[in-house]
């Protein structure tokens, strides 16, 4: 998948790493109709997970009930300019993307 | 070799990387959790037996949603050696939204956006050791989010 499928920024401020990451996913429930009445099949992401230097911070499983495009920010104890973090989503078609950014 | 086994056979391994993929992920999510349209269902799923309330798990949510479609929450956790969150919405046709495990000094604390269907509590639980802590805050939403 396109690496411009998630925008994020990670930014310290003081003692902590604030990284806010911008999906692009439909997100469908599988319960919406389209024009022609017919149901949308679910389309969504069910794991998230981020690393610090290849080190795992964090783990999300998710249902459909996550927004559109999914928004996330999460924060980091220890983390210094230069370090790299890098998150991975699955969704439940099999689709995947990761992408990475350096601490600054 | 048999044309019936040989068939079984590729049929087996078409379906095994088929599956695979998919697998991989399917180990990790917890579908009987996600899936269910039962709240209680839900958190018993998550292996949540009882839940104690607490004042030490900050919900920042809007009191009142224009669009249920893209509701903000913000979730921190003052309880010392939080594990996980996980966020449900006790009126959505699915309740359980999310589960986060944080782990190697990330700090107990979130921000997403959810899908709220109709009025309804955002209940929050929050694994520390072995106890369950619980909070929630009622979101009025205006206009459905769910499809």
């Known amino acids: 998948m396109a690496s411009d499928n998630m925008k994020m920024r990670a930014q310290l401020k003081g003692a902590v790493t604030e990284v806010k990451v911008l ?6 429930t599988g319960r919406r109709k389209d024009d022609g009445d017919r149901l949308i099949p679910a389309h969504f992401v069910q794991l998230l997970t981020a690393t610090l230097n290849g080190e795992p ?17 999460f924060r980091l ?16 078609l099999g689709e995947t993307a990761t992408q990475q950014i350096i601490v600054s | 070799m048999q044309r019936r086994n040989f068939l079984t056979l590729l049929f087996g391994a078409t379906a095994a990387l088929f599956w695979m993929p998919i697998n ?33 798990i900050l919900i ?6 224009e669009n249920g479609a893209i509701v903000q929450i913000e979730v921190k956790s003052n309880i010392v050696n939080t594990e996980t969150i996980s966020i449900l919405v006790e009126k959505n046709p699915t309740p359980l939204i999310a589960h986060f495990k944080f782990g190697h000094g990330a700090e107990p604390f979130v921000v997403t956006r959810i899908k ?10 929050v694994k520390a050791g072995s106890n369950y802590f619980t909070n929630a805050k009622n979101v009025i939403v205006l206009e459905n989010g769910c499809g």
Do not use: C
């Open chain 1, 23 to 28: 999906m692009s996913h439909p997100m469908e």
């Open chain 1, 57 to 73: 911070v964090l783990e999300a499983q998710w249902g459909t009930g996550i927004s559109k495009n999914p928004y996330l920010t």
């Open chain 1, 77 to 92: 104890y220890g983390a210094k300019v230069g370090d790299i973090i890098a998150v991975t989503w699955h969704d439940n």
């Open chain 2, 24 to 56: 991989a992920v399917a180990t990790a999510w917890n579908r009987a959790a996600f899936e269910t349209t039962k709240l209680n269902e839900a958190t018993s799923s998550l292996g949540i037996i009882e839940e104690i309330a607490s004042d030490a």
């Open chain 2, 60 to 65: 920042n949510a809007p009191d009142k949603a």
């Open chain 2, 116 to 125: 709220m269907a109709e009025t309804s509590d955002v209940k929050i639980i």
